[in-house]
């Protein structure tokens, strides 16, 4: 029994310890060198994800313009497909970027930076499913237009 007290009291106390260290302000000099990564690996991922964004675009360029409503309507949704993942690499890269300057705030700041850093990442990513999916719904009516 106080075997088992013993092993509650230092799980507890390492759980506290561990969750007061994880909102622990890191050095500035880190904390400008973990940033400076993230932007560039923000840019890295934006810049692919629009050179897929771009290629989509080529390969549908014949279909956007199609007298088929078929063929239209896949190139509007390819393109929303493809401009939504653009958006999502840029929230997701911003987001990065954010919570890294955060690790410079210590214990209710920091874990108030992060969570103002999720909030306006998910109102990016509500943002493109709401372009992504109009556009997609604008191809489902031309589409339509085929089918009369």
């Known amino acids: 029994m106080k075997t088992r007290i013993l092993w509650s009291l230092l799980a507890s106390t390492t759980v506290v310890l561990g969750l007061a260290a994880c909102n622990k302000a890191e050095a500035p000099s880190e904390v400008s060198s973990d940033v400076a990564d993230a932007q560039a690996n923000r840019q890295q991922d934006i810049s692919a994800a629009r050179a897929d964004q771009n290629e989509t675009q080529a390969q549908t360029a014949g279909d956007a313009v199609s007298p088929d409503p078929d063929d239209r309507g896949d190139a509007i949704k390819q393109r929303a497909s493809a401009q939504y993942d653009t958006a999502i690499a840029a929230a ?47 191809g489902d009516a031309v589409q339509k237009l085929d089918n009369k």
């Open 92 to 138: 997701e890269g911003d987001r990065k970027v954010a919570k890294e300057g955060c690790e410079a705030l210590q214990g209710d700041a920091q874990a108030q930076c992060k969570k103002s850093a999720d909030a306006a990442y998910d109102a990016a990513k509500s943002n493109a499913q709401l372009a992504r999916d109009s556009e997609k719904d604008r």
